[in-house]
Structure formats: C-alpha cells, structure tokens
C-alpha cells in the first residue's frame, strides 16, 4: 500500500517528501482554507510541483458543467493533478466527461461499495472511501474498504482505492490488510506511524554498546 499525505499545507507537504515516504497528496476545500487565505491555483500549482505522484485538488462548482470547466483548469495546472469531483449524480456526469478527455478523477466522499461502483463505471482513476466519518457515526469505516476491494477485485476493476478520514495508526495497518491501494494520512498520523519505543530504545542500546566497543579497541 502506498501513502498519500492529506494536507495542503506546504512545509507539513515538504517534510513528508524528505521522509520518501509519501506517493502523492490529497486536499479538499477545508484543508485549502486552513492553508492559510492563499491562491488556490497557485498552492496546487506549488504541491505538485513538490511531489511527483497525484495531487488531489477539488471542485467546488455544484453543477457538472461547472465541475468539467474547474476540473479542466485544475488539471491543465500540472500533469500530476488529479481533480476530485464528490459523489453523486452530477460528480458522475462530471466525472465521466473529465475522464474521456484523459483528465484523472478522484471521487471523494464515497460511502458504499456501490458509490465505489458507480464511480468505478464512470471512469474515476480514484475512489476515496472516508473511513473515519463512517467511525464516527458508528458504522464499519474499514469494513467498507474491504467491500469495495472485494467488489473490485472480482469485476477487474482497476480504479484505485484511497482509504481517506484516517484517524490513526490502527487505521493504516487495516486499510492495507483490507486491500486499500493507497491510504492518505494528516501529518500527526504519519508521524505515529514512525515511533516504537523499542526502535528508540534499540537504538540508544546499539549507540551505547558501540561507543563501549570503541573504547575497549582504542579507537
Ligand atoms: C480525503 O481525500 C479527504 O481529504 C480527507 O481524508 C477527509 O478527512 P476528514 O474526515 O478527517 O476530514
């Protein structure tokens, strides 16, 4: 599974690139607004030149006409972006169209597997089930992940799956043992994903034992 960072704040976006662990990023209108009042085409202009797989950036337009005319200028930005277009009957009218004009969609703000279907069938390159939204209102955030791998996998389908609203570490581990080909974190999540206090421990053990070697060879 890869990982996409979800943010569009540009130094949290630069300091999971130094990792080398991040494939791509996600943003939506929330987080574009918390990054601080700035041009949205030239903050997505900016990620994607930062990062060389997909930049997620979103439609705001509530009409599919409006969505294609967004959507075309989101991705005439850079070759890796990725126009996110929400769910529904309009997202899909947008969708297809975006996408036999070659353009890569990601449709957000899928809660079924059949959300997953339709949009898999209107040619999304992506499809991001929110798993930790479904959590919060007591349903099976990861249970549908599997759902829509399950769904795909026995149709061919190879629209790809970004478990998104993730939360924490636990939700990394199983959104990849339920088939997700992508998970997209918020930086505090990624972070944790790091730290074990027996690799920080490990460590400490192996500096120490190392520096006791050099003294006992004179070195
Ligand atoms: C995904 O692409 C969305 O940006 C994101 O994961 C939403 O997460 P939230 O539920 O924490 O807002």
């Given at each position: 599974?890869?990982f996409?960072?979800?943010?569009?704040?540009?130094?949290?976006?630069?300091?999971?690139?130094?990792?080398?662990?991040?494939?791509?990023?996600t943003?939506?209108?929330?987080?574009?607004?918390?990054?601080?009042?700035?041009?949205?085409?030239?903050?997505?202009?900016?990620?994607?030149?930062?990062?060389?797989?997909?930049?997620?950036?979103?439609?705001?337009?509530?009409?599919?006409?409006?969505?294609?005319?967004?959507?075309?200028?989101l991705?005439?930005?850079?070759?890796?972006?990725?126009?996110?277009?929400?769910?529904?009957?309009?997202?899909?009218?947008?969708?297809?169209?975006?996408?036999?004009?070659?353009?890569?969609?990601?449709?957000?703000?899928v809660?079924?597997?059949?959300?997953?279907?339709?949009?898999?069938?209107?040619?999304?390159?992506?499809?991001?089930?929110?798993?930790?939204?479904?959590d919060?209102?007591?349903?099976?955030?990861i249970?549908?992940?599997?759902?829509?791998?399950?769904?795909?996998?026995?149709?061919?389908?190879?629209?790809?799956?970004?478990?998104?609203?993730?939360?924490?570490?636990?939700?990394?581990?199983?959104?990849a043992?339920?088939?997700?080909?992508?998970?997209?974190?918020?930086?505090?999540?990624?972070?944790?994903?790091?730290?074990?206090?027996?690799?920080?421990?490990?460590?400490?053990?192996?500096?120490?034992?190392?520096?006791?070697?050099?003294?006992?060879?004179?070195?």
């Amino acid at each position: 599974m890869h990982f996409f960072l979800d943010s569009a704040d540009i130094e949290e976006i630069r300091k999971a690139v130094r990792w080398g662990v991040i494939d791509g990023v996600t943003t939506n209108p929330s987080l574009v607004a918390k990054s601080g009042g700035r041009d949205f085409h030239g903050l997505v202009r900016e990620i994607a030149a930062l990062v060389n797989g997909p930049v997620s950036a979103e439609v705001t337009s509530l009409d599919p006409e409006g969505m294609v005319a967004q959507g075309r200028e989101l991705s005439a930005i850079a070759p890796n972006v990725a126009v996110k277009v929400p769910m529904g009957r309009d997202g899909m009218t947008a969708c297809s169209r975006l996408a036999r004009e070659g353009v890569k969609v990601n449709v957000t703000l899928v809660f079924t597997p059949q959300q997953a279907l339709l949009a898999a069938a209107a040619g999304a390159s992506f499809v991001s089930p929110f798993v930790g939204r479904l959590d919060d209102i007591g349903e099976d955030g990861i249970g549908l992940v599997g759902d829509i791998a399950d769904a795909f996998a026995m149709g061919d389908i190879t629209t790809r799956i970004i478990a998104a609203s993730i939360r924490h570490p636990r939700h990394v581990i199983e959104a990849a043992m339920a088939g997700a080909d992508i998970a997209t974190v918020p930086l505090a999540v990624l972070e944790k994903c790091f730290d074990h206090p027996l690799t920080a421990s490990g460590i400490k053990r192996f500096l120490a034992d190392w520096e006791e070697y050099g003294k006992e060879n004179g070195r």
